[in-house]
């Protein structure tokens, strides 16, 4: 897990260097968050955990359909796990609002910055960057 993880890290880090290379883009021009500049390190990284989900039970000599247990479900399953999604998001807005409040210093920033970055964003970037396919390596790989 630890390895997925650093893989993902490096192609993202490289990901972001190729894009600031193309675009001479980078954080000290200022400005607001640039697509060309912050879509390819993120999405770099997910495809690496993707990928480390296809190539691990390759390795192992086991079908991808018994390992990543890709069979087919009932439609109550999907139905619930949309439910439960979408019950999580005032949930976790709820979370992050009042630990921001109590714990200021221990965010990191993160909230702030991508509320930022979704206000820049469109909307065709910024829905396969932050739900689908975060959405579809995390799953694969845990």
Same mark, same amino acid.
């Given at each position: 897990?630890?390895?997925?993880?650093l893989l993902a890290?490096?192609?993202?880090?490289?990901?972001?260097?190729?894009?600031?290379?193309?675009?001479?883009?980078?954080?000290?021009?200022?400005?607001?968050?640039?697509?060309? *500049?912050?879509?390819?390190?993120? %999405?770099?990284?997910?495809?690496? &955990?993707?990928?480390?989900?296809?190539?691990? =039970? @390759?390795? /192992?000599?086991?079908?991808?359909?018994?390992?990543?247990?890709?069979?087919?479900?009932?439609?109550r399953v999907f139905?619930?796990?949309?439910?439960?999604?979408?019950?999580?998001?005032?949930?976790?807005?709820?979370?992050?609002?009042?630990?921001?409040? *109590?714990?200021?210093?221990?965010? %990191?920033?993160?909230?702030?910055? &991508?509320?930022?970055?979704?206000?820049?964003? =469109? @909307?065709? /970037?910024?829905?396969?960057?932050?739900?689908?396919?975060?959405?579809?390596?995390?799953?694969?790989?845990?």
């Amino acid at each position: 897990m630890f390895g997925a993880f650093l893989l993902a890290q490096l192609f993202g880090a490289l990901a972001g260097n190729i894009a600031n290379a193309v675009t001479h883009s980078t954080a000290a021009h200022g400005g607001g968050p640039e697509v060309a *500049r912050v879509i390819p390190p993120m %999405l770099a990284s997910e495809f690496a &955990l993707i990928l480390v989900s296809l190539v691990t =039970p @390759l390795i /192992a000599a086991m079908s991808l359909r018994e390992s990543l247990d890709l069979r087919p479900h009932r439609p109550r399953v999907f139905l619930a796990a949309a439910v439960g999604t979408v019950m999580l998001g005032p949930l976790g807005d709820t979370l992050m609002t009042e630990l921001t409040r *109590r714990f200021p210093n221990w965010t %990191l920033g993160v909230v702030p910055t &991508l509320h930022e970055l979704a206000s820049h964003l =469109p @909307l065709l /970037a910024l829905w396969p960057t932050f739900a689908l396919v975060p959405g579809v390596a995390e799953e694969l790989l845990f």
